[in-house]
């Protein structure tokens, strides 16, 4: 039995490899975390003043979340765009399924952030401490990461197909991106783990115990916003038959 990739996926992915304007962010990106990489490396090479071993990976991996989401939404809302993309208005009028278009954006959501993880994994090395036993414990906070950047990112997808204003659609990813990354740090114990930030860092280390369960409400809202755009194409497809 042969496993095929989303044909929506598919599409996205092929654009997005061969778009300039990825490779340009790519570079930044991964550019970016270098400059914090080197400054997190032991005092005699510049580590930042009062920034102890402990803190090192923890602030990368935030760093790297933030990032992550980031890039992974602006795509996905049409802040960045890639040409030869096809946004869920263009998918609409094709012949593909309501729920396989939604699930296709999903999955391109969950590749992107898995590609910005994966390109980023020698400077994850770099600030890592050199013992085998940390491993389980990057590859938990990793995962999350990848995790916590496709909800933003289906949700994104589903504004830049309801939305038709620009500046409208820009105000409100900043919106709801802001709420959940930042807002959330204001919540109260344990309701903070929600934070993305606290989240992944909980995942790294491990404590406290139940941290899995703060995951739960981003996966609903990635299945949530999964529905919506579900319902955006079946609307579309409706009005044009109108």
């Given amino acids: 039995m042969t496993m095929q990739l989303n044909p929506v996926t598919r599409g996205d992915l092929r654009s997005r490899l061969s778009s300039p304007k990825i490779l340009?962010?790519?570079?930044?990106?991964?550019?970016?975390?270098?400059?914090?990489?080197?400054?997190?490396?032991?005092?005699?090479?510049?580590?930042?003043?009062?920034?102890?071993?402990a803190e090192?990976?923890?602030?990368?991996?935030?760093?790297?979340?933030?990032?992550?989401?980031?890039?992974?939404?602006?795509?996905?809302?049409?802040?960045?765009?890639?040409?030869?993309?096809?946004?869920?208005?263009?998918?609409?009028v094709t012949g593909f399924a309501p729920r396989t278009i939604a699930l296709g954006k999903l999955w391109t959501a969950a590749c992107?952030?898995?590609?910005?993880?994966?390109?980023?994994?020698?400077?994850?090395?770099?600030?890592?401490?050199?013992?085998?036993?940390?491993?389980?414990?990057?590859?938990?906070?990793l995962g999350v990461t990848i995790l916590l950047a496709v909800p933003l990112a289906v949700v994104g997808t589903w504004l830049g197909a309801a939305v038709s204003s620009d500046f409208l659609r820009t105000m409100l990813h900043w919106s709801f991106f802001l709420g959940v990354y930042a807002a959330t740090r204001w919540l109260a114990d344990p309701l903070v783990l929600l934070n993305p930030l606290r989240l992944v860092t909980a995942a790294y280390r491990g404590t406290p115990p139940g941290w899995p369960l703060a995951l739960v409400p981003h996966l609903v809202m990635a299945a949530v916003g999964t529905g919506l755009i579900a319902r955006r194409v079946t609307s579309v497809r409706h009005e044009g038959a109108a």
């Fill in 112 to 141: 992107f952030a898995a590609a910005l993880v994966l390109v980023a994994l020698p400077l994850v090395a770099l600030v890592a401490p050199p013992d085998p036993a940390a491993l389980p414990a990057l590859g938990r906070a």
């Fill in 56 to 92: 090192l990976v923890p602030l990368f991996l935030v760093a790297q979340l933030v990032a992550v989401a980031y890039f992974t939404s602006a795509l996905a809302v049409g802040e960045v765009g890639v040409e030869g993309e096809k946004d869920i208005l263009d998918l609409a």
């Fill in 24 to 53: 340009w962010g790519l570079r930044v990106y991964v550019a970016a975390l270098g400059v914090l990489a080197v400054f997190a490396l032991p005092p005699e090479s510049g580590r930042i003043p009062g920034l102890s071993e």
